[in-house]
């Protein structure tokens, strides 16, 4: 097996143990997440949306719902700031309302650390990673682009960390920023 088929194996069964430990570890936060959802805004609790993934394959990104109902479906830095529910803006800034893309993690769909999914209306973004082969990654639940304070509103820079996350990735560096993704601030 040749070092890139090990290094990806080793992540895969990285990804697998910490999503399913993360997944047993915090299942009554995400209950108790469901329900505060529920009960302060009509509308599911569980949010999907179609995002770009691997090889620019569109797949269904599990989220906890963080705005009202009948949001326009675009990228958080063009949602209207008052579409987000109060609960939302608690999960957001807790990162409680990703908990559920753990399941995206087990199915093979993302990783625990990569570059973020955006959504197919992105162009300009899904241009530059193409450019960058980042689109070759499976797409993360965080990445070196979030924990630098980086969004995918200046897509050049978003598409251009994520491009240097893959030059240097390693589990050690996804562990770090894993704990860089929780403990922030």
């Not at 997440?33 to 990104?61: E, N, T, W, Y």
């Amino acid at each position: 097996m040749n070092a890139n088929r090990r290094s990806a194996s080793a992540k895969r069964a990285f990804d697998l143990v910490i999503a399913a430990l993360m997944l047993v570890l915090t299942s009554p936060v995400l209950l108790i997440a469901m329900l505060a959802v529920k009960m302060s805004s009509p509308g599911p609790a569980l949010f999907s949306q179609v995002r770009v993934g691997q090889g620019g394959l569109p797949f269904r990104c599990h989220k906890l719902r963080t705005m009202h109902q009948g949001t326009p479906s675009l990228p958080t830095h063009e949602a209207p700031a008052n579409s987000v529910t109060a609960v939302g803006k608690v999960l957001r800034g807790t990162k409680i309302d990703e908990l559920p893309q753990l399941w995206n993690v087990l199915k093979g769909e993302m990783s625990l650390v990569g570059p973020r999914p955006c959504l197919p209306t992105q162009t300009e973004l899904i241009g530059h990673r193409r450019e960058l082969g980042v689109l070759q990654a499976l797409p993360g639940i965080t990445g070196l682009a979030q924990v630098r304070g980086i969004d995918m509103s200046d897509p050049k820079l978003c598409a251009e960390t994520d491009a240097e996350y893959l030059k240097t990735a390693s589990i050690g560096g996804d562990l770090g920023i894993l704990l860089r993704t929780i403990y922030r601030g």
